[in-house]
């Protein structure tokens, strides 16, 4: 029986989208076990120092104040790995936010007025938090983020872009951002009998139960981690973050149950954020448009306590032809918070300027800018020289180009006026590489005609509980409504993270060979099921993590549509298309919304979204949604996903690539390209706000 309706490619609808529309879906913090009591922690207001003292009187004379953490009476924890876990271990603070303090009472409003009581006394030393391409303490890193190496390089740069009749010599500027999810992180952690239960906000159960048993010395087996529904994440939750550990603490210390939800002024400090990134990216080619000599040098920031290499000159090794290329990374150790994982890590920043300085080159060839990426298209990976499994980005343009209206446009900039508006179109191509890790699964199946599928995947809102009951039922040809997914808890079987558009492929990898062999014990029964069922298991190590003889990646391409006003400076996107090469597409429904959702953050980081350091304190000036300004409603009008069906053998039995993060990552340079032809003016510094459109095109405006 073929169950078309439900297969793998279906827009089947989200299984828990009820719940949640109608709050039935508990997430970390509105779990509420008997006795459970509140937790507000209290960040330093230095940005580098020790603590000399922490006043508590005052916080513990309040009412409902059960205790207050402080460096000297907290629990001692176990080594780690990653310092940012080590939280109230000594008086050392780091940098702006570090947690030096944490208040436990009955209630949040009571831990919150009694965190404010907490008065700290700081001994300060001087500091440094700002990004400077100067600074003397720059330093070549071995590695960037992923393990690629820092620098890249074929051929003769130098040389080849010296003797090439068209040069284009830019440099391009995008600032700190941060993940903001939906959700703030949050735990609720509970001892019972020696056994630790904790919901948790992450993007991935198994992680912060390994973490949380190296830090207070418990097997792993006396730990449970649930993660069941997580309100959005974009790789600030894709490593353990030190509200758990405080959560945790503080429940051993008061024998009660403890919840944390992490205020979001605080959590720019504590999180990780996108680490601003400073680019040099120089192109040499010929008048025909084929490149012969590409560099894109990056320079970005890290704390002082763990290295953080945002990978942005990466890109440059993937994407256009060029038989000498230079890339390379350079880092600054600041009095800073750590860089993490912000969505499209590397990507995202790397592609704005690369495909920035494409538009540039076109400008400067007389090519039309679609044209002169087909031009570049390599025949293999240009820095490892490996075939790629599939390439269709050329189809992406060409299609695109037609859905977009792109053969109607005028060359010319600053030409299409409509009043005071001035309107202009854009391109940018994009790129994600294919990550897939060892995962196990289970499949069981019952008399009654029904199967369970058992799996410690994460769905952080992108329905990886539908697509993988799709999964399942088409690996099985039976209907979808008859599988249950369990996903969510460490108790599971094992899974990776999800995070780096890795998860599908990873979870559902090991689900399909589950399922596959399940089938396989139905067939051999002729689907007679015993009063017990019939179980089958999956672990795809020594599979999924072996290497492969092929670059793998997927590709898109983003053609955006903006009007700019003369007046008041205010540029607003009216059209945003992208089509996308990601393999099979494994749930229309689910797809589209991840794509979309992917362009409308690169919205943001063109338009709205910006933060600063303040040299002073050392602190995230735009710490909430007040002041950090993520794309709302009314910035986003017609917006359309669409792909091209790919097919691929060389990537796991579903045949699928990652979607979740390539939306973004040529959204901000596909605008900024449509801000320039729209204008004739180029601004290299994101995002593209007020202030700076209205210097840049009226220089003399006081």
Same mark, same amino acid.
């Given at each position: 029986?073929?169950?078309?309706?439900?297969?793998?490619?279906?827009?089947?609808?989200?299984?828990?989208?009820?719940?949640?529309? %109608?709050?039935?879906?508990?997430?970390?913090?509105?779990?509420?076990?008997?006795?459970?009591?509140?937790? #507000?922690?209290?960040?330093?207001?230095?940005?580098?120092?020790?603590?000399?003292?922490?006043?508590?009187?005052?916080?513990?004379?309040?009412?409902?104040?059960?205790?207050?953490? /402080?460096?000297?009476?907290?629990?001692?924890?176990?080594?780690?790995?990653?310092?940012?876990?080590?939280?109230?271990?000594?008086?050392?603070? &780091?940098?702006?936010?570090?947690?030096?303090?944490?208040?436990?009472?009955?209630?949040?409003?009571?831990?919150?007025?009694?965190?404010?009581?907490?008065?700290?006394?700081?001994?300060?030393?001087?500091?440094?938090?700002?990004?400077?391409?100067?600074?003397?303490?720059?330093?070549?890193?071995?590695?960037?983020?992923?393990?690629?190496?820092?620098?890249?390089?074929?051929?003769?740069?130098?040389?080849?872009?010296?003797?090439?009749?068209?040069?284009?010599?830019?440099?391009?500027?995008? &600032?700190?951002?941060?993940?903001?999810?939906?959700?703030?992180?949050?735990? %609720?952690?509970? #001892?019972?009998?020696?056994?630790? +239960?904790?919901?948790?906000?992450?993007?991935?159960?198994?992680?912060?139960?390994? !973490?949380?048993?190296?830090?207070?010395?418990?097997?792993?087996?006396?730990?449970?981690?649930? *993660?069941?529904?997580?309100?959005?994440?974009?790789?600030?939750?894709? %490593?353990?973050?030190?509200?758990?550990?405080?959560?945790?603490?503080?429940?051993?210390?008061?024998?009660?149950?403890?919840?944390?939800?992490?205020?979001?002024?605080?959590?720019?400090?504590?999180?990780?954020?996108?680490?601003?990134?400073?680019? @040099?990216?120089?192109?040499?080619?010929?008048?025909?448009?084929?490149?012969?000599?590409?560099?894109?040098?990056?320079?970005?920031?890290?704390?002082?306590? =763990?290295?953080?290499?945002?990978? !942005?000159?990466?890109?440059?090794?993937?994407?256009?032809?060029?038989?000498?290329?230079?890339?390379?990374?350079?880092?600054? &150790?600041?009095?800073?918070?750590?860089?993490?994982?912000?969505?499209?890590?590397?990507?995202?920043?790397?592609?704005?300027?690369?495909?920035?300085?494409?538009?540039?080159?076109?400008?400067?060839?007389?090519?039309?800018?679609?044209?002169?990426?087909?031009?570049?298209?390599?025949?293999?990976?240009?820095?490892?020289?490996?075939?790629?499994?599939?390439?269709?980005?050329?189809?992406?343009?060409?299609?695109?180009? @037609?859905?977009?209206? #792109?053969?109607?446009?005028?060359?010319?900039?600053?030409?299409?006026?409509?009043?005071?508006?001035?309107?202009?179109?854009?391109?940018?191509?994009?790129?994600?590489?294919?990550?897939?890790?060892?995962?196990?699964?289970?499949?069981?199946?019952?008399?009654?005609? /029904?199967?369970?599928?058992?799996?410690? *995947?994460?769905?952080?809102?992108?329905?990886?509980?539908?697509?993988?009951?799709?999964?399942?039922?088409?690996?099985?040809?039976?209907?979808?409504?008859?599988?249950?997914?369990?996903?969510?808890?460490?108790?599971?079987?094992?899974?990776?993270?999800?995070?780096?558009?890795?998860? +599908?492929?990873? #979870?559902?990898?090991?689900?399909?060979?589950?399922?596959?062999?399940?089938?396989?014990?139905?067939?051999?029964?002729?689907?007679?099921?015993?009063?017990?069922?019939?179980?089958? *298991?999956?672990?795809?190590?020594?599979?999924?993590?072996?290497?492969?003889?092929?670059?793998?990646?997927?590709?898109?391409?983003?053609?955006?549509?903006?009007?700019?006003?003369?007046?008041?400076?205010?540029?607003?996107?009216?059209?945003?298309?992208?089509?996308?090469?990601?393999?099979?597409?494994?749930?229309?429904?689910?797809?589209?919304?991840?794509?979309?959702?992917?362009?409308?953050?690169?919205?943001?980081?063109?338009?709205?979204?910006?933060?600063?350091?303040?040299?002073?304190?050392?602190?995230?000036?735009?710490?909430?949604?007040?002041?950090?300004?993520?794309?709302?409603?009314?910035?986003?009008?017609?917006?359309?996903?669409?792909?091209?069906?790919?097919?691929? =053998?060389?990537?796991?039995?579903?045949?699928? =690539?990652?979607?979740?993060?390539?939306?973004?990552?040529?959204? *901000?340079?596909?605008?900024?390209?449509?801000?320039?032809?729209?204008?004739?003016?180029?601004? @290299?510094?994101? &995002?593209?706000?007020?202030?700076?459109?209205?210097?840049?095109?009226?220089?003399?405006?006081?």
């Amino acid at each position: 029986m073929n169950h078309q309706a439900s297969a793998p490619g279906a827009p089947v609808s989200r299984r828990e989208g009820r719940a949640k529309v %109608t709050g039935a879906a508990a997430y970390a913090a509105e779990h509420s076990p008997t006795g459970r009591v509140y937790a #507000w922690p209290v960040p330093a207001g230095i940005a580098s120092g020790r603590v000399t003292a922490v006043h508590t009187q005052q916080a513990l004379s309040l009412p409902g104040t059960i205790a207050v953490l /402080t460096p000297d009476n907290a629990p001692r924890l176990g080594d780690t790995d990653d310092p940012i876990l080590s939280v109230l271990q000594n008086d050392r603070v &780091p940098h702006y936010g570090w947690y030096v303090a944490l208040v436990v009472a009955e209630t949040l409003e009571a831990a919150r007025a009694a965190a404010q009581a907490v008065r700290v006394e700081y001994e300060t030393d001087a500091h440094d938090a700002v990004l400077k391409p100067g600074d003397p303490a720059i330093y070549a890193p071995e590695s960037a983020n992923g393990g690629h190496p820092a620098d890249r390089e074929r051929g003769d740069f130098t040389t080849a872009h010296a003797g090439a009749p068209v040069r284009v010599d830019v440099s391009y500027t995008v &600032p700190p951002l941060h993940n903001h999810p939906m959700e703030p992180h949050a735990s %609720t952690a509970e #001892w019972d009998g020696g056994h630790l +239960t904790v919901h948790d906000s992450s993007q991935g159960a198994t992680a912060v139960r390994q !973490a949380l048993a190296a830090l207070f010395g418990i097997p792993e087996k006396d730990i449970t981690v649930v *993660a069941e529904h997580v309100g959005g994440g974009f790789g600030s939750k894709g %490593t353990p973050r030190p509200h758990v550990v405080l959560a945790v603490m503080a429940a051993l210390q008061t024998g009660r149950p403890v919840t944390l939800s992490l205020p979001r002024r605080q959590m720019a400090a504590v999180v990780g954020h996108r680490a601003p990134t400073l680019h @040099r990216v120089r192109l040499g080619a010929g008048h025909d448009g084929v490149i012969t000599a590409l560099a894109h040098e990056v320079i970005t920031h890290t704390s002082r306590i =763990k290295e953080f290499v945002e990978q !942005a000159a990466v890109p440059g090794r993937v994407m256009y032809h060029s038989p000498n290329s230079l890339t390379t990374h350079r880092v600054a &150790p600041l009095d800073v918070p750590s860089p993490s994982w912000m969505r499209a890590p590397g990507e995202a920043p790397g592609m704005y300027a690369l495909e920035s300085a494409m538009d540039e080159l076109a400008v400067a060839t007389g090519l039309d800018p679609v044209e002169l990426r087909l031009r570049n298209e390599p025949e293999t990976e240009p820095d490892s020289g490996l075939p790629f499994s599939s390439r269709h980005l050329t189809d992406c343009l060409t299609e695109g180009a @037609r859905r977009f209206g #792109w053969s109607d446009r005028d060359p010319r900039p600053a030409v299409r006026r409509d009043g005071s508006l001035l309107i202009g179109t854009g391109v940018a191509s994009a790129t994600y590489p294919v990550l897939v890790s060892p995962s196990e699964a289970t499949a069981h199946a019952s008399p009654d005609g /029904t199967f369970r599928v058992r799996i410690n *995947a994460t769905d952080i809102g992108t329905g990886a509980r539908t697509v993988l009951a799709q999964v399942a039922a088409g690996a099985m040809d039976v209907p979808v409504e008859s599988v249950t997914v369990d996903i969510g808890n460490s108790d599971l079987p094992s899974a990776p993270l999800a995070g780096g558009s890795s998860g +599908t492929a990873s #979870w559902g990898w090991a689900v399909h060979q589950a399922c596959t062999s399940l089938r396989g014990l139905l067939d051999e029964r002729a689907g007679a099921v015993p009063p017990d069922g019939l179980h089958a *298991a999956a672990d795809t190590s020594g599979q999924a993590d072996q290497p492969v003889p092929y670059a793998r990646h997927a590709f898109g391409a983003h053609f955006a549509e903006v009007e700019v006003d003369t007046v008041t400076g205010e540029v607003r996107v009216r059209r945003l298309l992208g089509v996308f090469a990601a393999g099979r597409i494994l749930n229309s429904r689910t797809a589209r919304a991840q794509f979309i959702g992917g362009m409308v953050m690169g919205i943001g980081m063109a338009l709205t979204e910006g933060s600063t350091v303040d040299p002073a304190s050392g602190a995230f000036v735009e710490n909430d949604l007040a002041s950090y300004h993520v794309p709302v409603c009314a910035d986003v009008h017609a917006i359309e996903a669409h792909w091209i069906a790919e097919e691929d =053998k060389h990537l796991n039995p579903m045949g699928s =690539k990652g979607i979740g993060e390539i939306g973004i990552v040529g959204t *901000a340079a596909a605008v900024g390209n449509a801000f320039h032809h729209a204008t004739g003016v180029r601004l @290299r510094s994101l &995002p593209l706000t007020v202030d700076k459109v209205l210097e840049a095109m009226d220089p003399a405006r006081p």
